[in-house]
């Protein structure tokens, strides 16, 4: 049985009104990503409190954290070379703060944000997998795989799940590419976020096309809408082109429990998120799914 989650920012910054107005939708399960202009897990521990706070008093669940892991691109063995030491100097300082940022993410905002999912029950830590940096869309460099297979050993570690994000213009993108990365890995701890919207941005055709590459790998889903506008550009809708009713009896035949979690990216927020909302409620009503 599929299960209905939000994201709390995109109904609003403030965690507390977000929950709120969720419950009064009749939902009780959330997937927590902003805080006001602060990104989970790295709030005070005056935040921590509050949000503890809020989840007894409403008696509702974070059941994903979603920290931004390796959403920047992946940093080259050496810094590019220019006879111009000036801008050679450039060039091994941007180099060097990336190899600095990678370290972070992996060393110190993973561990952080599996403690933290841990402290607040929920099951999975959600990723990405580096963007490109302005490379063509293939296979990505060995040493990105070897990064994100010590990221899903430390989430094993810790006893949760890390599920990568398709994201257009990162190595993982179309539903091909994020399930042969995947599959290559080939970790029990390591699956999908999918995100058929996201996958569209990129030129794929989500489903059937891309689904069928990541079938068995989906941990869990994020739900919205894309299409393309008069100038044949992509942009979110909460009507577009996704085969949702398709990609819904397709998750449902798999045997798909997992969550799916409203994600509009549109405004107004708040009336963007519950029109989304009620919209993913009758697909799935229209499925007979129980």
């Known amino acids: 049985m599929m299960k209905i989650s939000i994201l709390t920012d995109e109904i609003s910054a403030d965690p507390e009104t977000a929950i709120e107005l969720g419950v ?10 902003g805080y006001f202009l602060d990104r989970a897990p790295r709030l005070s521990a005056y935040q921590k409190l509050r949000l503890r706070q809020v989840l007894e008093r409403y008696q509702v669940n974070i059941i994903a954290v ?5 959403k920047f691109p992946f940093p080259s063995k050496q810094p590019a070379e220019f006879p111009m030491p000036w801008l050679d100097q450039v060039y091994f300082d941007d180099w060097s703060a990336a190899h600095k940022l990678l370290d972070d ?6 561990p952080e944000s599996l403690d933290f999912a841990n402290e607040l029950g929920a099951k999975m830590v959600i990723s990405f997998g580096f963007a490109r940096g302005g490379f063509s869309p293939g296979p990505p460099p060995d040493e990105l795989l ?4 010590k990221a899903a050993e430390r989430a094993r570690s810790a006893g949760l799940g890390l599920a990568i994000e398709n994201e257009s213009g990162f190595w993982a993108d179309t539903g091909e590419r994020t399930g042969q990365i995947i599959r290559t890995i080939n970790h ?6 999918w995100d058929p919207a996201n996958a569209f941005f990129e030129g794929d055709k989500p489903y059937p096309d891309g689904y069928k590459h990541v079938q068995g790998l989906v941990k869990h889903v994020h739900f919205k809408d894309a299409r393309k506008n008069a100038q044949g550009e992509p942009e979110y809708a909460l009507e577009g082109e996704i085969d949702w009713t398709g990609q819904l009896r397709a998750l449902v035949a798999d045997g798909y429990s997992g969550f799916i979690s409203i994600e509009t990216h549109l405004r107004p927020k708040v009336a963007s998120a519950n029109s989304s909302l009620k ?3 009758n697909l799935i009503a229209n499925l007979g799914v129980k």
């Open 24 to 33: 009064q939708w009749g939902v009780k399960d959330f997937e927590l990503r």
């Open 66 to 70: 979603c920290p931004g892991l390796f």
């Open 105 to 110: 993410h992996l060393n110190e905002l993973l």
């Open 146 to 149: 070897d990064y994100l297979l």
């Open 188 to 193: 029990p701890n390591l699956g999908v976020n």
């Open 279 to 281: 919209s993913l409620c």
